[in-house]
């Protein structure tokens, strides 16, 4: 069989896309790459000499001959994020990758296919497929709408078991298997039988049969069917193991208070995984446990042809089985998919997973992930694989770099503040430390919440502190405290604090808290208010989810109604009535004003990234022109719910936080100087095979680049974004640039600054 809609060749996603792109510090412009955690391994496949595991978002093949792992997404050929269930059929050597939405990829003969009809189905509910059963080539999908017949051969669905339960009871199916000549379905109604007789109408639930109490089976639902050894085996949690040889089913072996993972049998044993441990039953009904140190939280065991287990574990990702202990492969990513908040400084992007909710730390322990030079490095108390540990500081928050003494410094809702020199030393400050002046301000425990950070032109760091009586305290840059307290009582509740160019605070204030936004200077100890009244600047709404300063100085604001923004903080705070907030316009109408805006952050050339529940978008300097629209459907994001956007400075790459992890973009723009500064120029040389974009970074502020063969003929100009200028390797005419060596002469707007490169073309 050949799968129709070939997507990419899976060879080349093995050999060469883990090495050239997880490792390398730059991709090209206009590329994408994922950035998904794999700590948290949910399933696991074996086809031959390749082991195929799922995280949480992300998905990977490791090549047990090579002892290599490659990172397989949207990016080079997957159809969707998000698998649900995975399994590989020897039969006819499809991979089948089943997505929590419905979708479906089939990996065969070094090609990706895709078949959506059950995730267009126009059915409401839950469509996500939670395990696969083979029989030859019929494949048997159990999903939360039934049991649906695939046809691996004609690609198509034969039929789907819906109404089967009692009465014609809907039923979610979980797992299934065929055990003599029945197929047997484990769902939330318990399990039910019906024969593979040709002449049984299975559609029809009369046809069905549901083992009840009167069977041996409690009456509840199970996840878990297996046939092995001429007996069948499910489980219940909480409960036991049960078996089946055909007559009435029996308590084979009590799970105790444990929620049962799944279950694998190979031709010696039988696997039951537990929620803590994983249980190995032999064919004389012994029973023993597997053990290991990196064994902590089991969700899935399969074993290769010589007998060689291999483990995803929710916690230490893919488990090898080698000489009686367990190796994690976990290949390059975040500790988790979970983000609040981005940072972008020295060319690294620090990411921080932390939260609190009605006031309340959630307890998030992940600490800290930072991703410098292709690689990212995990900071946390954990001690998994490829952790670096850190003294107590949970649900951090937000970052803040200080140039002048080279720390960074998290906001830990509940610890205080935790500082790093980007190194090894930490340190936690809090109400406790001499000189301090953090205050502890939640009555019944021991919590100094801060909830955001921000270092001014002068090196003083301040700091939110959430709830407190002088809400607005600061580290100065000799190391002394001071603290200050806004006139209007909601700045006790700041979310997020920005320190423009003016040096005035604009605090972000928590909605449920009546806040909107609260403008502090402290030099005049004045405190301005900005809402959606007349005379306090008339916002679109009350509900602004971000802030930021662009190159112009001007303040944007993200609301639930759309974008706002400011030329400047000094009449707000000193007009009465205050400035109003100006829209910017797009096609006539107000920018977005239909979205609700999650984040803004602003690139090199002042252009807008603003990301919304509906994907991101990236708008020209005023907003009046469209560059980019990125949604899940044109493009790698594994969600259309931003959460944060953030730049690394230095390439122009664009990280964006989603509910479902982290992808990067890297874009056309980067800060620019007054000066040419280490100017690059990536790919060089241009190959035949190449059809992206060259990118021309280090540039001097928005510099006139243009393009000359080498006798001087010109056949290109461009204007930089920033500190980088693009061409997509064609002339004045669009025709390919010929084999040859080129000319770049790049000059800021005055002549005054000059470069001369060169950039070879092989065609």
Same mark, same amino acid.
């Given at each position: 069989?050949?799968?129709?809609?070939?997507?990419?060749?899976?060879?080349?996603?093995?050999?060469?896309?883990?090495?050239?792109?997880?490792?390398?510090?730059?991709?090209?412009?206009?590329?994408?790459?994922?950035?998904?955690?794999?700590?948290?391994?949910?399933?696991?496949?074996?086809?031959?000499?390749?082991?195929?595991?799922?995280?949480?978002?992300?998905?990977?093949?490791?090549?047990?001959?090579?002892?290599?792992?490659?990172?397989?997404?949207?990016?080079?050929?997957?159809?969707?994020?998000?698998?649900?269930?995975?399994a590989y059929n020897p039969f006819n050597n499809i991979l089948v990758l089943a997505y929590t939405n419905g979708n479906i990829d089939l990996l065969?003969?070094?090609?990706?296919?895709?078949?959506?009809?059950?995730?267009?189905?126009?059915?409401?509910?839950?469509?996500?497929?939670?395990?696969?059963?083979?029989?030859?080539?019929?494949?048997?999908?159990?999903?939360d709408l039934g049991l649906v017949v695939f046809n691996m051969e004609r690609v198509e669905i034969s039929e789907t078991y819906s109404n089967i339960g009692p009465e014609g009871a809907a039923i979610r199916a979980f797992n299934s298997t065929v055990f003599r000549d029945s197929l047997f379905v484990a769902t939330d109604l318990g399990i039910m039988s019906a024969s593979l007789d040709d002449a049984v109408n299975r559609i029809d639930f009369r046809n069905w049969r549901r083992f009840d109490s009167l069977s041996g089976l409690p009456d509840s639902s199970t996840e878990s069917i297996n046939a092995w050894q001429g007996k069948l085996y499910t489980a219940f949690d909480n409960d036991s193991i049960y078996r089946y040889a055909g007559e009435q089913w029996e308590a084979f072996l009590p799970?105790?208070?444990?929620?049962?993972?799944?279950?694998?049998?190979?031709?010696?044993?039988?696997?039951?995984?537990?929620?803590?441990?994983?249980?190995?039953?032999?064919?004389?009904?012994?029973?023993?446990?597997?053990?290991?140190?990196?064994?902590?939280?089991?969700?899935?065991?399969?074993?290769?042809?010589? @007998?060689?287990?291999?483990? *995803?574990?929710?916690?230490? #990702? %893919? &488990?090898?089985?080698? $000489?009686?202990?367990?190796?994690?492969? !976990?290949?390059?990513?975040?500790?988790?998919?979970?983000?609040?908040?981005?940072?972008?400084?020295?060319?690294?992007?620090?990411?921080?997973?932390?939260?609190?909710?009605?006031?309340?730390?959630?307890?998030?322990?992940?600490?800290?992930?930072?991703?410098?030079?292709?690689?990212?490095?995990?900071?946390?108390?954990?001690?998994?694989?490829?952790?670096?540990?850190?003294?107590?500081?949970?649900?951090?928050?937000?970052?803040?770099?200080?140039?002048?003494? @080279?720390?960074?410094?998290? *906001?830990?809702?509940?610890? #205080? %503040? &935790?500082?790093?020199? $980007?190194?090894?030393?930490?340190?936690? !400050?809090?109400?406790?430390?001499?000189?301090?002046?953090l205050i502890n301000s939640y009555p019944s425990g021991n919590l100094t919440r801060v909830s955001s950070l921000a270092a001014d032109f002068d090196g003083n760091l301040w700091l939110c502190n959430y709830a407190a009586d002088r809400p607005l305290q600061v580290l100065n840059n000799d190391g002394t405290w001071e603290s200050f307290q806004p006139s209007l009582n909601t700045a006790r509740f700041a979310q997020e604090i920005i320190i423009p160019a003016t040096n005035h605070k604009w605090l972000r204030v928590d909605p449920d808290k009546n806040g909107t936004i609260v403008l502090y200077d402290d030099q005049s100890n004045f405190t301005s208010r900005i809402s959606r009244n007349a005379n306090e600047g008339q916002i679109v709404s009350n509900l602004v989810n971000d802030m930021v300063e662009d190159l112009d100085g001007q303040i944007w604001l993200g609301t639930s109604g759309g974008i706002v923004y400011f030329p400047t903080s000094f009449e707000l705070l000193e007009s009465d009535p205050k400035s109003f907030a100006l829209r910017p316009f797009f096609e006539g109408f107000p920018l977005l004003g239909d979205q609700f805006i999650t984040s803004i952050e602003i690139d090199g050339g002042n252009r807008k990234w603003i990301g919304t529940n509906n994907g991101i978008w990236l708008f020209s300097e005023t907003g009046e022109s469209q560059v980019f629209r990125f949604t899940t459907d044109n493009s790698p994001l594994p969600s259309d719910e931003i959460i944060d956007i953030e730049i690394e400075g230095r390439s122009g790459e664009v990280f964006i936080a989603t509910q479902k992890g982290i992808v990067s973009f890297r874009s056309t723009a980067t800060p620019g100087t007054e000066t040419h500064r280490e100017v690059k120029v990536f790919p060089n040389p241009l190959t035949r095979d190449f059809t992206g974009t060259v990118g021309i970074s280090g540039l001097a502020n928005n510099a006139i680049v243009k393009i000359t063969d080498i006798a001087g003929k010109l056949i290109f100009e461009t204007i930089a974004q920033g500190g980088t200028a693009t061409w997509d390797g064609r002339d004045y005419n669009g025709r390919r640039a010929a084999t040859g060596v080129y000319l770049i002469l790049s000059a800021n707007s005055s002549g005054e600054e000059t470069f001369v490169g060169k950039i070879a073309v092989i065609d």
């Open positions: 069989m050949k799968i129709s809609r070939l997507r990419f060749i899976l060879t080349f996603i093995i050999s060469c896309f883990s090495g050239l792109v997880q490792a390398q510090n730059d991709i090209p412009i206009g590329t994408w790459r994922t950035h998904f955690s794999y700590y948290s391994a949910g399933n696991v496949a074996l086809a031959g000499d390749n082991i195929y595991c799922t995280s949480k978002n992300g998905f990977f093949v490791y090549d047990t001959e090579e002892q290599s792992t490659g990172i397989i997404s949207k990016v080079n050929g997957l159809n969707d994020t998000g698998i649900g269930s995975l065969q003969d070094n090609e990706i296919g895709n078949f959506s009809v059950i995730k267009d189905a126009d059915l409401s509910g839950s469509k996500a497929i939670n395990g696969i059963h083979f029989r030859e080539n019929t494949a048997y999908l159990s999903t799970v105790g208070n444990h929620t049962v993972q799944s279950a694998w049998a190979d031709d010696s044993h039988l696997f039951v995984v537990l929620d803590s441990k994983l249980l190995k039953i032999n064919h004389q009904d012994n029973i023993s446990e597997i053990s290991g140190g990196n064994i902590i939280a089991p969700e899935m065991v399969i074993t290769d042809e010589a @007998g060689k287990l291999w483990i *995803a574990d929710r916690k230490n #990702g %893919l &488990l090898e089985e080698s $000489n009686g202990s367990f190796d994690p492969i !976990i290949p390059q990513g975040p500790f988790s998919d979970q983000v609040v908040k981005m940072k972008g400084y020295n060319g690294k992007i620090a990411v921080v997973p932390g939260g609190y909710r009605d006031d309340l730390p959630l307890g998030n322990t992940d600490g800290f992930f930072v991703f410098e030079n292709g690689s990212w490095t995990n900071y946390n108390r954990s001690g998994l694989s490829n952790t670096i540990g850190i003294p107590e500081a949970f649900d951090l928050v937000d970052i803040a770099f200080e140039s002048r003494s @080279g720390l960074t410094y998290f *906001a830990s809702f509940g610890y #205080g %503040l &935790l500082s790093w020199d $980007n190194e090894n030393t930490f340190a936690v !400050i809090n109400e406790n430390t001499p000189g301090s002046t």
